[in-house]
């Protein structure tokens, strides 16, 4: 499988999942909803353990209870699995089909959120989250010309 994927860079061409249309820009703002609501999910003790783990990953280290080495950056990155769909791009009088993914982008330790009390009840860690949405058009082969077989050919060939 080809690794062609191209950055969707305009919020209004429009994706094809089966029968259902969405335009780019509100397909990034619905996936966004998603991925913000894992990560500061507030079902059960699981807003518990998030503040755990962001106090864990980003509370810095100690090393032999001697040295403090604190933490300048904090990010987690991943990409989604590929999803067939079409893509209509502005412009573009038929539709293309390929495949679809989303790299995600967060920062659990911004600039201006270095001294985050994560022990906090009331407050979640500001965060910055940012996602790509990439396309992988279907490689279409170019239909053969009837002439390549005769320009194959032995006899064609001699003829040279």
Known sequence: MSDN????KNDDDVLLFEKNTFIVGRF???YLEQ???RI???KGNNRDRVLVIFSLLNGGFRVEHQVDIGLNSSKWESVTEEIECQLLRLGDSSWQKGR??????VDFLPEDNRGFDYNSQYHQPKSE????LEFCPDLTLEPESPLDDIRQSESYKKLL
């Open 5 to 8: 994927f191209q950055l969707l």
């Open 28 to 30: 990034k703002e619905l």
């Open 35 to 37: 991925l913000k609501d």
């Open 40 to 42: 500061y999910s507030r």
């Open 100 to 105: 679809l993914r989303f790299k995600n982008y």
């Open 129 to 132: 989250i940012k996602i790509e």
